[in-house]
């Protein structure tokens, strides 16, 4: 039985879903962001313009300097990544290493944990980004997180120390230093570019 939820922090509406994994994978195909956390299937609306515009700005960026320097393979939304833990989520931008990419590329989904990934918000994601997948990507082992707030034009990172995250807010005018990344380095305004 699916219900509708209203996020608390947007007022922005979310269908969750109580469901087994097997029904998650019986899903149609689609462009729709749809995850699997907690034993609920999670589906949302199609992201606002404004995200896709600084989503579009961000995976351009990183894309050409993770080709540039050989540091394994982006991706971005919808592709769904099965962790450890059995959830399935979409994150709008991931990167997977060399290996992870070919096991990917021979199967029929990525099991995997990035070592590197990015949410950019909407309106209806912020409470889900910040809190629930923040936890589930820390227990998960994801090295580096960027919560990216288009509207604030400002990047939250997260890097795991000792199983937990350490957190730096960078606002527009800052300079932001990948963790995974190396050597990236990049004003946060121009990174998110002109909207």
Do not use: C
Request: charged letters at 20%; a negative charge.
């Amino acid at each position: 039985m699916a219900t509708e939820v209203l996020e608390p922090a947007t007022g922005q509406h979310l269908t969750r879903r109580a469901a087994t994994i097997e029904e998650f994978w019986a899903l149609p195909e689609s462009m729709l962001p749809a995850e699997y956390v907690n034993g609920e299937i999670l589906m949302a609306p199609a992201p606002t313009p404004l995200h896709q515009a600084v989503s579009g700005n961000v995976f351009t960026v990183l894309n050409n300097y993770v080709r540039e320097f050989s540091l394994g393979h982006l991706f971005y939304s919808p592709a769904d990544i099965v962790l450890p833990s059995g959830d399935v989520v979409q994150p709008d931008i991931f990167l997977l290493a060399d290996r992870d990419y070919k096991r990917a590329v021979n199967a029929k989904r990525i099991h995997a944990v990035p070592p590197f990934l990015a949410e950019i918000l909407s309106p209806g994601s912020i409470a889900h980004d910040t809190l629930r997948k923040r936890s589930l990507y820390e227990q998960n082992g994801v090295r580096e997180y960027w919560i990216v707030d288009p509207t604030a034009r400002s990047i939250s990172q997260l890097v795991l120390r000792k199983k937990h995250y350490a957190l730096t807010e960078h606002g527009e005018a800052d300079s932001i230093r990948s963790a995974v990344l190396s050597g990236f380095e990049m004003n946060v305004g121009e990174l998110l570019g002109l909207v």
